[in-house]
């Protein structure tokens, strides 16, 4: 049994969670001066940020304008009152808008974190007004492990099916590479000397150090956050919040088999990443008799709604939906271990792939985006589907975790992951469809792939889709015939990324009570407060970009409390050469 320490540790802040919403406040606050601590309950820091695109969605960064990029506060207003509806929150929106680029200006200038424009990137309704096709979405500048020193063992790996050669990490433009190396001798080279370095790394480290997107993303804020004085608990579960007089003062820590009660001055800031992985969720989904498949660490389980119960917090409610959906296929291993692969970028959109139900129909725009296509599944009273592609596809782009030619994909199929016939006709037997219904909506795809025009559900049909899809290949990049034997499949479940209903916070990211007043010194970040995308998705990097901003913020508005000599929009000491 755990036993209760009497000494009281005392810190200005103390962040729960160790994502990228936590570690934006613990970095901002600990540059500003601040002593800070973060409590991770896992036995890693990370969290589901760290096995993130790590991709940011904000308006007007300096790399947009430095890009020439055409944006107005108004534009990106008018885009997201339409995608987000009713739920529109004009103070949050407000403040994000204003201070997202502000945030990730301070962060560059102050702490290790970099961001570079992606040159074309469509918000996902890209023919919504308002609409970009760049200058929203930037991307994780990659990022040396070793800087972490003693703590990268520490940071949280992402799962093997995201990782080549079973340890090395690459981004969105890598993975074209591969794609394209054995067509580009540019792209020949740019994979060999990243296998090279990985090669070289694997020699005195667990995996490779070049780190990518998400990892990346923690990694480099939680370098500048520890060059400060920031503490990390790892292991480390919050209990219950300290109130005194209604001003949350601290927290109530298990750690190492003992109890412990820590002091925070300026308050508490709660970034555990939400309640998809807990019981919790089940009762916020749409009813379904199939197993449904979060992204989310195991620890992501409502740890602040419940802490936050005791001074009465207002939850979430009215949203779109709950949770920010994706499709998402289980492998399971010969010792019983599963392991999930999110259906994100590298397939569902590109040529010769389609979506088929369980009776062998398509029912979905296969190129849109992640959470659409489980959207449309739900709407649909479907809990699992088929992805389907044929061997050119195959060889060419690979399927979930199935990898392209040269890879010899046999342990998938012998595992059940990955179904393989000879025909069509038996693909669809094997699978459970109907083969005379399958056959049909082949024929039907086919003719209208050969045309390079979807008319059954516009496949291709805006600039997202063909942006995810195979640049090289015409005249729509999204677009095949399924002819070539033999014939692939794979299951797609419902599935998440996290939890978008949280505790409802102001444009401080201070939590409200349920009579709508900020609670004094609690704070929610992250999938911890209520998305103010209110459970839709306008474009890639809407969790993280809001995460980066409200985490500032929250920080700012501590400092701020605690009369601290400067604010996060000045402290040149703090600078990071």
């Not at 103070?91 to 992606?118: C, K, M, N, P, T």
């Not at 709604?305 to 917090?313: G, I, N």
């Amino acid at each position: 049994m755990p036993t209760l320490e009497h000494a009281q540790h005392q810190f200005d802040l103390v962040v729960l969670g160790s994502g990228a919403a936590g570690f934006a406040a613990a970095t901002t606050a600990a540059c500003l001066g601040l002593k800070v601590l973060v409590v991770e309950k896992a036995a890693q820091f990370g969290g589901t940020s760290a096995i993130s695109g790590g991709a940011v969605w904000l308006y007007g960064t300096d790399q947009a304008r430095a890009a020439g990029a055409e944006d107005s506060p108004e534009a990106i207003r008018n885009y997201l009152r339409h995608v987000i509806g009713d739920g529109y929150d004009p103070a949050l929106v407000d403040a994000f808008i204003e201070h997202g680029q502000r945030a990730l200006r301070w962060l560059e200038q102050h702490s290790e974190l970099r961001y570079a424009l992606r040159p074309h990137s469509p918000d996902y309704y890209p023919d919504a007004p308002g609409a970009t096709q760049f200058g929203r979405a930037l991307e994780m500048v990659e990022y040396d492990g070793k800087r972490l020193g003693q703590r990268f063992k520490d940071l949280q790996m992402p799962p093997p099916g995201m990782l080549l050669f079973g340890g090395m990490m690459v981004n969105r433009v890598d993975i074209q590479h591969f794609l394209s190396m054995r067509r580009s001798p540019r792209s020949l080279w740019h994979c060999l000397k990243l296998m090279a370095r990985y090669a070289a790394d694997r020699l005195r480290h667990h995996r490779g150090t070049r780190l990518t997107t998400g990892n990346a993303l923690i990694a480099r804020l939680a370098t500048s956050a520890f060059e400060h004085g920031a503490q990390l608990w790892l292991r480390s579960e919050a209990l219950e919040l300290i109130v005194e007089r209604g001003v949350v003062s601290g927290v109530v820590v298990q750690r190492e088999g003992r109890v412990e009660r820590v002091r925070a001055r300026g308050g508490v800031v709660c970034a555990m990443g939400g309640f998809a992985a807990g019981a919790l969720a089940a009762s916020y989904r749409p009813t379904q008799h199939g197993p449904h498949l979060s992204m989310s660490p195991p620890g992501n389980d409502g740890a602040a709604l419940r802490l936050a119960q005791a001074v009465a917090a207002a939850r979430g409610q009215g949203m779109a939906a709950n949770f920010f959906w994706a499709p998402v296929s289980e492998l399971r291993h010969a010792n019983g271990e599963r392991e999930r692969f999110p259906h994100l970028v590298t397939d569902r959109a590109k040529p010769g792939v389609i979506a088929v139900t369980a009776g062998g129909r398509r029912f979905v725009n296969e190129s849109d985006s992640y959470h659409h296509f489980v959207h449309t599944m739900f709407a649909n009273g479907i809990d699992s589907c088929w992805l389907v592609c044929d061997a050119t596809a195959m060889n060419r782009y690979g399927l979930g975790l199935a990898r392209p030619k040269p890879v010899n994909n046999q342990a998938l199929i012998d595992a059940g992951y990955l179904h393989r016939a000879p025909t069509a006709q038996a693909l669809a037997q094997a699978i459970g469809a109907d083969p005379q219904v399958f056959m049909q909506t082949l024929e039907q795809f086919n003719a209208d792939a050969r045309n390079g025009i979807d008319r059954a559900f516009g496949k291709g049909g805006n600039s997202y889709n063909r942006y995810m899809g195979d640049p090289q290949h015409t005249p729509n990049p999204c677009l095949a015939p399924l002819a070539s034997p033999p014939f692939y499949a794979i299951r797609l479940h419902t599935g998440d990324l996290g939890s978008a209903c949280g505790l409802v916070t102001n444009a401080q990211a201070n939590v409200l009570n349920r009579d709508g007043q900020p609670i004094a010194g609690l704070y929610a970040v992250g999938n911890d407060m209520n998305s103010l995308m209110k459970g839709t998705y306008p474009g890639p990097g809407i969790t993280l970009g809001p995460a980066l901003t409200f985490g500032w913020l929250a920080a700012n508005h501590i400092a701020a409390r605690l009369q601290a000599p400067t604010t996060a929009t000045e402290n040149p000491a703090c600078t990071t050469n």
